[in-house]
């Protein structure tokens, strides 16, 4: 079965640690007035853009909840 959506990436629902690490970020925005969410959702449309293939939603989850914490810019949010 393939399941297919096209919808903007700001509408997609993030669970266990991916919800966390977005609420992180949101909160980090707020307090200094950045846009590392902006930056999130380019660097997402960048990487998966290029995929031949379908992305799953685990892999989109996966990415944002084990991945971005470490990268630049975003792990500035996690060292507080």
Do not use: C
């Not at 980090?28 to 449309?45: A, F, I």
């Not at 989109?60 to 949010?77: C, G, L, R, S």
């Amino acid at each position: 079965m393939v399941y297919l959506v096209d919808d903007d990436a700001r509408k997609f629902e993030f669970w266990s640690g991916a919800k966390d690490t977005i609420e992180i970020i949101r909160e980090y925005d707020e307090t200094h007035n950045s846009d590392l969410e902006d930056q999130l959702y380019d660097y997402l449309d960048e990487v998966f853009s290029d995929e031949s293939d379908p992305v799953s939603d685990t892999k989109v989850n996966d990415t944002v909840w084990f991945d971005v914490p470490e990268m630049d810019p975003w792990k500035a949010a996690f060292a507080e």
